[in-house]
């Protein structure tokens, strides 16, 4: 049975509102910015720039580094983490896992202040996909970040004390990001294909017994004289 079937076989099963939801809210994510988080320790921390993600519409984030928590704080992500998609790269050498999203397509944009840094107002997002590259919260970016990143880039600052916390520092550089990307003329949505599986995906998770749904459906395709 192909993905757009299913959808819609799915799909009666839901709520004219949920699906309305589903179908608008899907239609604005993307994965042309991404976060890489290296070893962020506190789960409040992971949990807040998960729910950050999703309320911007950034269906991906990724963990690396062996320090790394893991865990979300269900009192602050608040769910999130059932519409966006987390990449857990922790058992992964820190060069592999850069080099995956390299790979992938991405810029790492490290947000460091460094010289020669760029100001996030000024960061090019016609250049390419960009993984946000966010160092933990007592030493920051660590070495092999640093050696790997494409680019720095650090937010302004006008105060005494040297740095946000690092669910703000995302925050703030996710919503400037993703505000800057939706006024462009940039292709930042999701193609066709992976629009209808993460569709699919969700749909599934708001129903009960999708999957007995689809053997039934399926069986019935394969003997007509059930129909």
């Known amino acids: 049975m192909e993905i757009e079937q299913k959808i819609e076989l799915l799909s009666r099963h839901l709520t004219p509102q949920r699906l309305e939801k589903i179908m608008r809210v899907s239609a604005d994510r993307t994965r042309y910015v991404t976060v890489v988080l290296e070893n962020i320790f506190y789960t409040q921390n992971f949990s807040a720039v998960t729910r950050t993600c999703e309320c911007l519409g950034i269906q991906d984030l990724y963990q690396i580094g062996t320090a790394t928590q893991g865990r979300l704080n269900s009192d602050v992500a ?3 983490s059932c519409w966006t998609d987390i990449h857990r790269m922790t058992k992964l050498p820190i060069a592999e896992a850069v080099s995956q999203l390299k790979a992938a397509g991405y810029r790492i944009v490290a947000a460091m202040p460094a010289p020669g840094a760029s100001s996030l107002y000024d960061l090019d997002l016609s250049k390419g996909k960009i ?3 966010m160092g933990n919260e007592s030493e920051g970016t660590g070495d092999e970040v640093k050696a790997l990143a494409d680019e720095f880039m650090t937010i302004p600052m006008y105060g005494f004390t040297e740095s946000f916390n690092v669910s703000v520092s995302a925050a703030i550089i996710l919503s400037e990001l993703m505000n800057r990307l939706r006024r462009s003329d940039i292709d930042w949505r999701l193609p066709p294909d992976e629009l209808d599986e993460l569709r699919y995906r969700w749909i599934r998770r708001c129903i009960k017994q999708g999957d007995k749904i689809e053997a ?4 019935r395709l394969g003997h007509p004289n059930l129909q």
């Open 131 to 133: 993984a946000v590259a």
């Open 216 to 219: 039934e459906y399926e069986a």
């Open 78 to 80: 608040k769910g999130a």
